[in-house]
């Protein structure tokens, strides 16, 4: 395996083990889940840096470095998680969702900033425009109303949003304050 299909793995297990969360229970609690999974995610991390380091050691091979701004995109860039009433649920910004109309009221909400899968029509502080639909709060959301359908986006309650790579605390994206409030 080269390394972005290892990173590509921990991506994979970081997600499964947030899907297997049953929470009913208040969304620090919710947080806290979070973080731990974070700390087993950049444990991964940690420790693939450490077998390339002494990989290299061995075989001179050229020193893979983690932490370069080569391999930024290939980790999760956002997680977050959310809860409704009795349900709670984690989002991510890998992946798509394939049927965002299943789920109206948020749909048109998301139309409102632009097509789907495009740039939003807000821009970032960065100058930089998000992807409409594409926030982790966005796939948090659609969790909870798979889960239960009288969801309203409105009424969601989110944990911090962290970057899993560093455990960064991540400020909303603008298309997110309009859709689910300031924060
Ligand atoms: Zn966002």
Excluded: W
């Amino acid at each position: 395996m080269n390394t972005e299909d290892l990173i590509k793995d921990f991506n994979k297990k970081f997600e499964s083990r947030l899907s297997t969360y049953l929470t009913k229970k208040d969304i620090r609690r919710i947080d806290n889940f979070l973080k731990n999974q974070i700390g087993k995610y950049i444990q991964d991390i940690e420790q693939l840096q450490k077998e390339l380091f002494n990989y290299k050691k061995t075989k001179k091979a050229r020193f893979i470095d983690l932490s370069t701004k080569e391999y930024h995109r290939s980790f999760i860039a956002c997680a977050i998680g959310a809860k409704y009433k009795n349900v709670g649920t984690f989002g991510t910004t890998v992946g798509h969702i394939s049927n965002f109309n299943n789920y109206l009221p948020l749909y048109r909400m998301l139309l409102k900033l632009g097509e789907i899968g495009k740039k939003s029509s807000l821009k970032e502080k960065n100058g930089r425009r998000n992807t409409v639909g594409r926030c982790a709060e966005v796939k948090a959301s659609y969790s909870l109303f798979n889960k239960d359908k009288s969801t309203n986006f409105s009424q969601i309650e989110f944990t911090n949003a962290y970057r899993p790579r560093t455990l960064q605390i991540i400020e909303r994206c603008n298309n997110c304050k309009s859709v689910f409030g300031n924060v």
